[in-house]
Structure formats: C-alpha cells, structure tokens
C-alpha cells in the first residue's frame, strides 16, 4: 500500500471526531514536557492492562512518549514489558549481549530500512530502558521462516503479544507498531494485530486496551515511495484536533462508548523526522 494513501486514511481519522469538539476540549491531557509525564497521564493510563502506541514510521515524538510512558508506570510501581514491531531474529546480536553498541550493530538498526522503523528514535527506545530493573523488552515482528511478511502478519504479531501478556499478567504492557496495526477496527477488511488482542475471549481484556494514534498538526516524515525513503511534508494544522485544543501537546482518550479505530490520541503540533542508524 502507498504511503500517500495511507496518510489520506489517517487524514480522515483526524477529522472523524470533529463532531463532539466539546467532549475532546474538556478531556484532553495536557502534556507540557513531553519527557516528563505528569500523574494526570497516568491517572488516564492506569487502568488499562495493555497501551498500543501506533505511528507513521520514522517521526520522533511517537518513540519518545513510549520511553516517557514506560517510566511514568515504573515510577508508579508497576512492571511493564515493552514491545517493539521489529523480528527479534535482527536483533540476535543485541540479545546475545545486551550492551549499547550491539543495538546499532543489530541487523535490523544497521542495515537499510524500508520503512523507517530502524531509526535513532527506536534505537533510544531500547537505551533508554533496558537498563530500567522494572522493564523487560521484547520483539514481535515476524521472523522469516514464520511466515510471510504479508500473509498472517497481523495474526503471528498478535500471538507474541499474546503470549508475553500470559507470561506476565500483572504486568504492564507497552507495544509501538505502524498504526494499522494498532488499529481496533479491521483494515481493508482484514482483523489487525489490535482487533486480534480485543477479541481474544482467552485473554479477556477487551475494556482494559489503550491503543493510541500518533497525531500532528504538521510534520516531516520519512515514507516509502516506489521502495525508496524520502522526506515529506504533512499539514493537518485545519484537523479537530489541532484546532480544538490550545496544548502543544496531550494525550486524549475517547469517551468508552465511542466507536472508533482507536482509544485514543497522543497529540503533538509537529512531528520531526528521525533520522535512520544506518545514515550515521
């Protein structure tokens, strides 16, 4: 699928809950350092067993509110599991020998990317944290032998995450992924990653799912066109969200009743371009 189709499906989520304005200026959460979430965030985030943050590959702020997240809830005494959509086979090196230098050295960090994942935002991601004794990382994109990238993705994604919650089930647990795949809703008329982990009658945390969409009003994103990356300029300054609320950052959640592809919507007025390990 193109990217700029893609960013049409997103522009059309943005301006989906233009209809109750009132409701989204009266619950948006004021973030004013993004590095530092305050205990109102974590008010509206503790309930939920698992948080899907979901991005446009290669922007900085999605990264960065996971890390802040993932220490908001272990200043908070819980324990959290990260997961990142990346195949743990690319990741062999780092996991043999969890040192800072194996992480750019892992194949997925320092080979080229296509999709802009293999960036210095998600790279901090891992350094940032694996130090953290409250903070487990994990991997869930599929491996090779698995199966195809595009038959069953969503399926074999939702499994691993599955399989980590069972692990620990008192636990927190934080993933980020493209944001198809943190959707609640299918897409294309195909479940996702996220509708897998709603519907799951096993696991039964339906009403305990944040999943949350990276939002801007204007930006510069890395995407893919024709198998090559390049930088591109978004302008969503005209959205809801960007005009209803005065904050140049916050985290809105969706009243509960609400039927929507998300949870909710980590907000930010721009998104800056992360640039990729293997360009250093």
């Given at each position: 699928?193109?990217?700029n189709l893609?960013?049409?499906?997103?522009?059309?989520?943005?301006?989906?809950?233009?209809?109750?304005?009132?409701?989204?200026?009266?619950?948006?959460?004021?973030?004013?350092?993004?590095?530092?979430?305050?205990?109102?965030?974590?008010?509206?985030?503790?309930?939920?067993?698992?948080?899907?943050?979901?991005?446009?590959?290669g922007s900085?702020?999605?990264?960065?509110?996971?890390?802040?997240?993932?220490?908001?809830?272990?200043?908070?005494?819980?324990?959290?599991?990260?997961?990142?959509?990346?195949?743990?086979?690319?990741?062999?090196?780092?996991?043999?020998?969890?040192?800072?230098?194996?992480?750019?050295?892992?194949?997925?960090?320092?080979?080229?990317?296509?999709?802009?994942?293999?960036?210095?935002?998600?790279?901090?991601?891992?350094l940032k944290?694996?130090?953290?004794?409250?903070?487990?990382?994990?991997?869930?994109?599929?491996?090779?032998?698995?199966?195809?990238?595009?038959?069953?993705?969503?399926?074999?994604?939702?499994?691993?995450?599955?399989?980590?919650?069972?692990?620990?089930?008192?636990?927190?647990?934080?993933?980020?992924?493209?944001?198809?795949?943190?959707?609640?809703?299918?897409?294309?008329?195909?479940?996702?990653?996220?509708?897998?982990?709603?519907?799951?009658?096993?696991?039964?945390?339906?009403?305990?799912?944040?999943?949350?969409?990276?939002?801007?009003?204007?930006?510069?994103?890395?995407?893919?066109?024709?198998?090559?990356?390049?930088?591109?300029?978004?302008?969503?300054?005209?959205?809801?969200?960007?005009?209803?609320?005065?904050?140049?950052?916050?985290?809105?959640?969706?009243?509960?009743?609400?039927?929507?592809?998300?949870?909710?919507?980590?907000?930010?007025?721009?998104?800056?371009?992360?640039?990729?390990?293997?360009?250093?």
């Amino acid at each position: 699928m193109k990217k700029n189709l893609l960013m049409l499906l997103l522009a059309s989520h943005l301006f989906s809950y233009g209809q109750n304005r009132s409701y989204l200026k009266q619950h948006a959460i004021e973030i004013s350092d993004p590095n530092n979430l305050s205990h109102d965030i974590y008010k509206a985030i503790s309930p939920y067993t698992l948080i899907m943050i979901g991005e446009m590959h290669g922007s900085n702020e999605p990264a960065k509110f996971a890390i802040s997240l993932a220490d908001l809830l272990t200043k908070n005494n819980n324990h959290v599991q990260v997961g990142l959509e990346i195949p743990s086979d690319q990741m062999k090196k780092y996991l043999s020998n969890p040192v800072d230098s194996n992480v750019y050295r892992s194949a997925f960090f320092s080979k080229k990317s296509m999709d802009a994942r293999a960036s210095f935002a998600w790279a901090d991601i891992i350094l940032k944290l694996k130090n953290n004794p409250k903070i487990e990382i994990f991997f869930f994109d599929i491996n090779p032998e698995e199966g195809s990238r595009y038959i069953n993705r969503d399926s074999l994604m939702y499994l691993k995450i599955k399989k980590r919650i069972q692990l620990h089930p008192t636990w927190k647990t934080l993933t980020l992924s493209g944001n198809i795949h943190n959707r609640l809703s299918p897409f294309n008329n195909n479940s996702t990653m996220g509708l897998y982990l709603k519907n799951d009658e096993g696991l039964n945390i339906a009403d305990k799912i944040a999943s949350i969409n990276h939002s801007f009003a204007t930006g510069t994103l890395l995407e893919n066109e024709e198998n090559n990356l390049q930088l591109y300029n978004r302008d969503y300054s005209d959205s809801p969200f960007a005009t209803t609320v005065d904050y140049p950052n916050y985290l809105f959640l969706y009243a509960p009743s609400t039927s929507t592809n998300y949870s909710g919507v980590y907000f930010t007025r721009k998104a800056t371009v992360s640039k990729l390990v293997s360009e250093r």
